[in-house]
């Protein structure tokens, strides 16, 4: 003879189960955003020749979420006023 489990009501064993689906939805279509960010940074940088694009997009494509954190970690950005002095000279002349 089969016993249902204490406390579960026997016919509600799935009423979970549309709850776990759309979360699982809901971190899909959000990873799958940060993908497609991602892909679209790697292709508006000009400090990137093509070679490095190309790898960079090949890393992002097939580690996904985890690619993406990798190529924004890893990635070399010269944050604004710092490196190339916004154009002025600051020589010793």
Do not use: Q
């Not at 026997?10 to 009423?15: I, L, S, V």
């Not at 997009?57 to 970690?73: E, H, R, T």
Request: positive net charge; glycine residues 12%; proline residues 4%.
């Amino acid at each position: 003879m089969w016993f249902m489990p204490m406390g579960m009501p026997m016919g509600f064993g799935m009423m979970g189960f549309p709850i776990f689906m759309g979360l699982f939805f809901i971190i899909g279509i959000a990873i799958f955003i940060i993908i497609i960010i991602a892909i679209v940074d790697i292709l508006k940088r000009d400090d990137l020749d093509t070679l490095e694009k190309i790898l960079w997009i090949l890393v992002v494509w097939f580690l996904g979420i985890i690619g993406a954190i990798i190529y924004y970690l890893l990635s070399k950005r010269n944050p604004k006023g710092k490196g190339d002095n916004n154009g002025k000279d600051t020589g010793s002349n």
